[in-house]
């Protein structure tokens, strides 16, 4: 399944960013997705996911009280708020799709990736 991340851009600590994913068809159906980030040098954390209904979500403690996820299951989307962008937040941030309806934090639990969107925060 390929999935398409946009939204990412150029912003300036403090700001905000909204970033997509968007999968072709039904391709969600049933699945929950995630966010992943991976800066320069780093290995690839997890940010955030969303359950396939929607009502369950999981943070990673660094984005708790700033980034939001949802989805829009009729429009096949799944997006991520990002408010009072810091420059640690800098990095290519991808989607994925786990093979779980549940929302989980573990990369071994998604079977499909999208490429990345970068977000540059600037101090």
């Known amino acids: 399944v390929q999935l398409q991340a946009s939204g990412g851009g150029l912003v300036q600590a403090g700001g905000a960013l909204r970033l997509s994913c968007a999968a072709p068809?039904?391709?969600?159906?049933?699945?929950?997705v995630g966010w992943f980030r991976q800066a320069p040098g780093k290995e690839r954390e997890f940010v955030a996911a969303?359950?396939?209904?929607?009502?369950?979500?999981y943070y990673a403690d660094s984005v708790k009280g700033r980034f939001t996820i949802s989805r829009d299951n009729a429009r096949n989307t799944v997006y991520l708020q990002m408010n009072s962008l810091k420059p640690e937040d800098t990095a290519v941030y991808c989607c994925?799709?786990?093979?779980?309806?549940?929302?989980?934090?573990?990369?071994?639990?998604?079977?499909?990736w999208g490429q990345g969107t970068q977000v540059t925060v600037s101090s």
């Open positions: 068809g039904r391709a969600f159906e049933s699945y929950a």
């Open positions: 969303i359950s396939w209904s929607g009502s369950g979500t």
């Open positions: 994925a799709r786990s093979s779980l309806s549940y929302s989980s934090p573990h990369e071994s639990d998604y079977n499909s």
